[in-house]
């Protein structure tokens, strides 16, 4: 064959690359507005869905509504950034020494033996209120535990009203902070509404005091005023409060070693820097931790970059079957909940195949961590029984106490408008 021949055979190939181009670059083009358009739509039906269209119409929103709004985020929105703020919310209380040196004295968090079931317990408690229904059983179980396990400590004066309000305040404020920051796009004012008015409700059912805010006493009209009010004391709380301190370090060493815990141990200095990249020079300088270093921090920067625009104009929006949910909807026929995944220590998952042998058992296999089964009954693969989470020692107590909150809660937290 001539190479003519050869030029010849190749012309209708080359013919049709040429005539798929314009096609190929229409694609390119029109597939950022597609999956914009795609990505809103969400947005737009919530809207549309419930009707605040002003400010004063908010003021009526219930905390049912709040509840299914705040849900969509933490489920199908924005499910990665939501639950990191809520465990970055809890790891920024260890700035405050009267936290800190607390929980030293308890031993859960600085003895690793324990703390990384203290770290799962606190998680299931926050997600029972989080994912469950206001009005549900489940969500009342979780707020009336988690009061009985505070309850020795705040009688006695160990856990003061101001690191009571000053927690629940990073809870409602850290992923409004961390969407805002992160996310592909900002939360909408209707949004920030629900969260507001949510853990206001949340902060009722713990018997939280709202007596150091400007409304506490007179009332708040809405969900916004609360977090703004909320916002500016907690801003005013550290500027007096988060100051250095030996066990704010200690208590953000065992923390960190749960957050890097899935990491191999050749990059846990990378993990330690990016959860430095995460602080506020306040924190920062409350923990004893080093600034990051400017390659770690010009590289998250464009990782973090890089994923927002990805997932703003190339990305199409979760799907509802693929929603985040990290624990059983029903209990076993034991009444036990379990959870569906892990990152730290496998604490109340239940050793199906799928969780010994899927790929993300043989992603902890090859790390050297313990898959859930593991170790006889170390880990809880029974599941949980909420009225039992917490500390060993608190196994099996409170039952009196508990049954007391929630006839209190069944009477009030109806998923009513906690502001009328």
Request: hydrophobic share 40%.
């Amino acid at each position: 064959m001539n190479h003519t021949d050869t030029w010849a055979s190749s012309l209708p190939t080359g013919s049709m690359t040429v005539q798929l181009l314009p096609y190929a670059v229409g694609l390119l083009v029109a597939w950022p507005a597609v999956t914009t358009t795609l990505r809103f739509q969400r947005l737009r039906k919530l809207h549309k869905q419930y009707d605040y269209p002003t400010r004063e119409s908010m003021s009526k929103m219930t905390d049912e509504e709040a509840f299914q709004i705040q849900k969509q985020l933490a489920q199908l929105e924005f499910p990665l950034i939501f639950i990191k703020s809520l465990q970055f919310a809890l790891f920024r209380t260890y700035g405050i020494p009267s936290i800190s040196h607390l929980l030293a004295k308890t031993t859960q968090f600085s003895n690793p033996e324990t703390s990384f079931k203290r770290y799962t317990d606190t998680s299931v408690l926050v997600q029972e209120w989080v994912g469950n229904d206001p009005a549900s059983t489940r969500a009342h179980l979780g707020l009336a535990r988690t009061r009985y396990l505070h309850s020795g400590y705040r009688a006695s004066g160990k856990i003061l009203d101001d690191d009571m309000l000053y927690t629940l305040a990073l809870f409602a404020l850290q992923p409004i902070r961390f969407i805002d920051l992160y996310e592909w796009r900002k939360l909408s004012e209707l949004e920030r509404c629900a969260i507001g008015t949510f853990w206001k409700s949340v902060g009722d059912a713990l018997d939280v005091s709202y007596e150091k805010l400007p409304s506490g006493k007179t009332g708040f009209r809405d969900g916004i005023q609360w977090l703004e009010e909320i916002d500016a004391w907690s801003e005013e709380y550290e500027a007096r409060c988060m100051v250095p301190d030996d066990k704010n370090r200690e208590m953000a060493d065992q923390t960190t070693a749960v957050l890097v815990y899935m990491l191999p141990k050749m990059l846990h200095p990378v993990g330690l820097q990016a959860v430095s990249f995460m602080m506020d020079d306040r924190l920062r300088k409350a923990m004893l931790y080093d600034p990051p270093s400017a390659v770690c921090t010009a590289l998250l920067s464009v990782i973090l970059t890089g994923r927002k625009l990805f997932l703003r104009y190339l990305c199409l929006p979760r799907p509802y079957f693929l929603r985040s949910i990290s624990f059983t909807d029903k209990p076993d026929q034991n009444g036990r909940f379990f959870l569906t995944q892990w990152d730290a220590a496998p604490y109340y998952v239940k050793p199906t195949f799928w969780n010994r042998w899927g790929p993300m058992a043989w992603l902890t296999w090859a790390l050297g961590r313990p898959v859930p089964g593991d170790e006889g009954d170390k880990y809880y693969p029974a599941g949980y029984s909420v009225p039992d989470v917490g500390p060993k020692y608190f196994e099996g107590k409170g039952r009196k106490q508990l049954d007391e909150t929630l006839s209190e809660l069944k009477g009030y937290r109806t998923g009513k408008c906690p502001f009328h």
